[in-house]
């Protein structure tokens, strides 16, 4: 079983380094951003969602390639997307409802906690985008 995730660990980070320098760099953005979640995590919901997501996709492209070795990174990446990152936007969101930056009460770890949590739902909805795009293009 070990021998199984190394091998299917090899096989993504190779997938990865073919992938264009823009993506990588793209990829690059959105780990840092998402690992922010970190600085976030005991008082803010939302930041745990953030970090679930990363952990999902982490988990679910290892749990992919090694169910599906012949399948790319790509594919596999599009799929943890479509399946678990709507709802997790959608939680994120639901969480920060009572959210604004123009709030007089906020602190500066608010504001930089809402400009963040944007930042990250930005970052995921435009990915979803292109994942979305991605699974029109195989079905065609």
């Excluded at 021998?3 to 264009?20: F, H, N, V």
């Excluded at 988990?59 to 599906?68: C, D, E, N, Q």
């Excluded at 997790?88 to 906020?106: T, V």
């Amino acid at each position: 079983m070990l021998d199984l995730a190394r091998e299917s660990i090899t096989a993504l980070q190779g997938e990865t380094a073919s992938y264009p320098q823009a993506v990588q760099i793209w990829m690059k953005v959105m780990g840092g951003s998402f690992l922010a979640s970190v600085l976030f995590l005991y008082s803010r919901i939302g930041a745990r969602w953030i970090l679930a997501a990363l952990l999902l996709n982490l988990l679910g492209l290892l749990i992919g390639k090694m169910a599906f070795p012949d399948e790319s990174r790509t594919v596999l990446g599009t799929y943890v997307h479509i399946l678990f990152w709507p709802a997790i936007l959608w939680a994120i969101w639901r969480s920060a409802g009572d959210l604004s930056l123009s709030r007089k009460e906020n602190s500066f770890f608010d504001r930089v906690y809402i400009i963040w949590l944007a930042w990250a739902s930005l970052l995921m909805s435009i990915s979803l985008f292109f994942d979305f795009r991605t699974v029109i293009s195989m079905w065609s």
